[in-house]
């Protein structure tokens, strides 16, 4: 803007027109001082290139700039300019280069030939310039036109089996109406099973899932495992649901889902008691001892309950003074169900098929059954399961692809058999590093619906007694390798027996052990008492 302003006041003082008047009201306007206007005016008399841009110092030869040299050290020392200066003063010392200037000329030369997004790189990395970019925003579209997942790990301890943990969050956003269409949470890290019971809860649109759902027509993900598995990607086939796989390290690219991952941290997670990252006093920060947390049930009652009042109270900026649900409710597209029935079998992996025999189905080296199996042995069935739930099993029709029902595993350990099972493996853990990293990966059931955490995992009776006699085994040998048979020396042997002298000195004196029988030998305990109590023969007299 400063250069035809001051073009237009050159122009007006060339032709002799121009005032005191309009060379102030051209200060006001630029919002710099009446004075720099008149500099800007006469160095544009003396160079019209000048014009072009008031203000800026002119080139001149020998002017320092920013050369791939400093770029580098910049992004040596994280934008560090007097890290930099040093550096280059040390290289001039060894001749490896021209002295540098002074380090406000530096300063300036970097400010005025890189670029915020540039500076900001060199110091922090890609998603430090990234936040100086331009992105544009996506249209809005039409509900369940684009859905966006994600996972979260919450920033709040609750109280999961006694221990302190932090739960993941596993969650589908609308992109029109930034509505969140399904929910999951899970204690521990999160799985397919985790995306799996989201996108059932996102899908349904009857009570208590409703009104929002339906199936959509493609599904951001970020390249997660859990989000890319052969069960997810399989279910999003046979849903007729379009994957569009994003970069590495673009949270940009699924804006809608890190916006809400954002929002539910200050907005309702801040609030909770067990918040990891409140301001604590000191100079450590700790939690009170006295703290209670929250058990798993509360904390997935209260994100339920702030689940709702995003979708039917909050008022987003890009929806202009609408709530989620009325922005869905007055979108016209129409929606596709799916059965509650369809969408469980969807969502279901695929073991293959068996043959049902009287002890029912072989799955994994374990035997499941079901009442509805009788008179069925015989038949070729068709496996599917949900990942990680190993208790129960979901069978069909082989060749007709007729659901048979459910089977359960058949001899499930008792709770007590468990709880020594897990005792069992947690001392062995303790002694084990291996072992130790193993038994921290417990995996817990999604859930929809406010419940106490489900552990997932199951054992049969056999198995439980096993792995017991196995570790009370290991523990025998244990002791036995911990004995230390030369603490206590051996008492000396009788002396009328032949003992080496390096023997002798390993013993303490004890008295002579005396035989009932006399010296026969006849009822001595072992052979080694017999031989010591025969007569000598010559030899050995002439030996000793």
């Known amino acids: 803007m400063r250069g035809p302003v001051v073009r237009r006041l050159l122009a007006l003082r060339r032709e002799g027109k121009l005032t005191t008047g309009q060379v102030r ?7 710099v001082r009446e004075r720099a206007v008149w500099r800007w005016l006469a160095a544009a008399e003396r160079d019209e290139a000048a014009a072009r841009a008031p203000g800026e110092r002119s080139t001149y030869p020998g002017r320092f700039t920013v050369t791939d040299e400093v770029r580098a050290l910049l992004g040596l020392w994280k934008g560090n300019v007097a890290a930099v200066h040093r550096e280059l ?3 001039a ?11 406000p000329t ?3 030369a970097i400010r005025r030939d890189l670029t915020p997004g540039e500076r900001a790189g060199l110091a922090g990395g890609e998603r430090a310039a990234r936040k100086h970019d331009v992105f544009l925003a996506r249209p809005r579209g039409w509900r369940n036109q684009v859905w966006e997942t994600d996972h979260v790990q919450v920033p709040v301890l609750v109280e999961v089996d006694g221990k302190p943990r932090r739960p993941w969050i596993t969650w589908f956003t609308d992109c029109a109406t930034t509505a969140i269409t399904g929910v999951a949470v899970t204690p521990v890290h999160p799985s397919r099973e985790s ?6 809860s996102a899908v349904l649109r009857e009570d208590p899932y409703g009104p929002f759902g339906g199936v959509p027509e493609k599904v951001r993900v970020d390249r997660g495992k859990d989000f890319l598995s052969r069960t997810v990607t399989a279910a999003f086939d046979l849903l007729d649901v379009t994957v569009e796989d994003l970069p590495a390290y673009t949270p940009h690219l699924k804006g809608t889902v890190e916006g809400l991952n954002r929002a539910v941290e200050s907005m309702f997670l801040a609030s909770l008691p067990g918040y990891a990252r409140q301001p604590r006093p000191g100079k450590r920060s700790s939690r009170p001892k006295d703290e209670v947390l929250l058990g798993f049930e509360d904390f997935t009652t209260r994100l339920l309950a702030w689940t709702l009042w995003w ?4 008022r987003p900026a890009p929806l202009r003074g609408k709530t989620p649900l009325q922005a869905w409710q007055d979108d016209p597209t129409p929606l596709r169900d799916v059965p509650a029935a369809d969408l469980w079998t969807f969502t279901l992996e695929d073991a293959g098929t068996r043959t049902l025999t009287t002890r029912g189905i072989r799955f994994r080296r374990r035997d499941y059954v079901g009442p509805w199996m009788t008179g069925q042995a015989g038949i070729q069935v068709r496996i599917r399961f949900m990942p990680h739930h190993d208790h ?3 069978v069909y029709h082989a060749a007709t692809g007729r659901y048979l029902g459910p089977a359960d595993l058949a001899d499930q350990a008792t709770d007590e058999q468990i709880s020594a099972v897990r005792r069992a493996r947690s001392a062995r853990a303790r002694r084990l590093k291996k072992d130790l990293e193993a038994s921290q990966r417990e995996r817990y059931a999604a859930v929809n619906q406010p419940e106490a955490p489900r552990r997932l995992g199951a054992l049969t009776g056999a198995q439980a007694e096993a792995e017991l006699a196995q570790t009370a085994d290991s523990d025998l040998a244990q002791l036995a390798q911990l004995a230390m048979p030369d603490l206590i020396p051996h008492a000396a042997p009788p002396a009328d027996w032949r003992t080496p002298a390096s023997l002798a000195a390993l013993t303490t004196p004890g008295p002579p052990i005396r035989y009932p029988s006399g010296r026969d030998g006849a009822s001595a305990p072992d052979g080694r008492h017999r031989r010591a109590a025969l007569p000598t023969t010559a030899e050995d007299g002439d030996a000793s």
């Open 311 to 314: 979708n039917t109270e909050h």
């Open 195 to 200: 995306v799996l019971a989201a996108l059932r």
């Open 392 to 394: 129960r099993i979901e």
């Open 93 to 103: 010392a060894r001749g490896e280069g021209d002295p540098p200037p002074s380090i």
């Open 89 to 91: 003063t040390a290289r």
């Open 25 to 31: 009201s051209a200060a006001d306007v630029l919002g």
């Open 106 to 108: 530096l300063h300036r």
